[in-house]
């Protein structure tokens, strides 16, 4: 077995990582196209506009992001994308002061999660940022 062949420990543990992760996105997107209203508030709260449209079609976007990131194939333009939403949400967070561990380094928490998942289901993304020996 190489180095870039996951385990069969490594490959559910990197499903399950994926899987926690799609899951609080999808919910995530659900409820903006939904349309909560507690979308609109928590937006105007953070210093976003609270327009449900808006809101919806950046559901939609997530959505598609999500989409991305948990079909194998393209995955990992789906994690470059949704580290690109996450950072956003971290600014936010961190724009208009909240509280570090809980909120703002939450997106934090979720990227590690989502690349930590990537890696350990992806031979590819193993191979590209394998260990490697030093050349000493």
Not at 117 to 130: H, K, N, Q, T
């Amino acid at each position: 077995m190489t180095t870039t062949t996951p385990s069969p420990k490594a490959l559910i543990a990197g499903r399950v990582l994926s899987g926690l992760v799609i899951a609080f996105l999808l919910f995530d997107a659900g409820i903006k196209i939904a349309r909560l209203g507690i979308v609109g508030e928590t937006a105007v709260q953070l210093g976003w506009p609270g327009d449900p449209g808006f809101w919806a079609g950046l559901g939609w976007l997530l959505l598609a992001c999500t989409a991305l990131y948990a079909w194998p194939r393209t995955a990992f333009l789906g994690a470059i994308l949704l580290t690109a939403w996450i950072g956003g949400a971290v600014a936010t967070h961190v724009r208009i002061g909240n509280p570090l561990f809980s909120h703002t380094l939450f997106g934090v928490y979720l990227a590690l999660m989502l690349w930590a998942g990537l890696w350990l289901r992806s031979p590819a993304l193993r191979l590209l940022v394998a260990p490697r020996p030093s050349r000493d």
